[in-house]
């Protein structure tokens, strides 16, 4: 166990749907990166969130969205899902850089 | 523009010899860090190894170092005595102070054989 915890595993909707995936960082990390990466490709950064804070944003697209609440944990909302967005989705926080940034074990998200 | 490039798809090695995995980076930034992530099939990632750039020796971690050269923006990974386990997929990343961004290249798949 990483100590970051993502939910659920694997999730199954259909296209034009929206899903909520869910990132709790590990306990006194303030930071949150979300990843997305596609079928034998890299992970593409999305969003980071530090300490309730948007403070960097990546390709991510207009139809998703993400916050970071109080508690720090976040959460990642995919709306008007198409064929492509299926991927794993990952979640990452970090205390002090030199320790790496440690992920959570992914959302596997298939759009039908 | 920030960008990682890694220009090996996919690598073999023998067991027990040594690997090089090449990763070169661009940014005007001057405080960066260097990361490097192994992904094997089960899909997990796991961190293997720093090196940040105002750091003047080469990082190291038991069977990993990372051959940094600032000059030449390269931060290459060397696996030695390579295991059947390190078949994986292996991600290197960069962190920007100025920007905040983690971004990571497009990998390399790493198959050991024995």
């Known amino acids: 166990d990483s100590g970051v915890t993502q939910t659920p595993k694997h999730l199954i909707t259909a296209t034009g749907q929206r899903v909520t995936l869910r990132c709790s960082p590990r306990?006194?990390?303030?930071?949150v990166y979300w990843y997305q990466q596609s079928l034998d490709q890299g992970l593409q950064f999305l969003i980071q969130?530090?300490?309730?804070?948007?403070?960097a944003k990546g390709n991510i697209l207009e139809r998703f969205s993400a916050q970071q609440f109080p508690d720090l944990h976040s959460e990642l909302n995919l709306s008007s899902l198409e064929l492509g967005d299926s991927a794993l989705y990952f979640c990452?926080?970090?205390?002090?850089?030199?320790?790496?940034?440690?992920f959570g074990s992914g959302t596997r998200l298939t759009v039908v | 523009a920030q960008k990682i490039t890694q220009t090996q798809p996919g690598m073999f090695v023998q067991e027990k010899e040594a690997v090089t995995l090449d990763c070169t980076y661009d940014?005007?930034?001057?405080?960066?860090?260097l990361f490097w992530y192994k992904q094997p099939s089960s899909g997990e990632m796991i961190f293997l190894i720093y090196?940040?750039?105002?750091?003047?020796q080469n990082a190291t971690e038991g069977r990993y170092s990372l051959n940094f050269q600032k000059a030449r923006k390269s931060a290459n990974l060397v696996i030695s005595a390579s295991q059947l386990g390190d078949s994986a997929m292996y991600f290197c990343?960069?962190?920007?102070?100025?920007?905040?961004?983690?971004?990571f290249g497009s990998g390399t798949r790493l198959l050991v054989r024995p």
């Open positions: 969130y530090y300490n309730g804070e948007e403070r």
């Open positions: 990343a960069m962190y920007m102070d100025s920007s905040y961004k983690l971004i």
């Open positions: 990452a926080s970090s205390t002090r850089q030199g320790d790496g940034y440690t």
């Open positions: 090196q940040g750039s105002y750091d003047e």
């Open positions: 306990s006194g990390d303030l930071s």
């Open positions: 940014t005007s930034d001057q405080s960066y860090g």
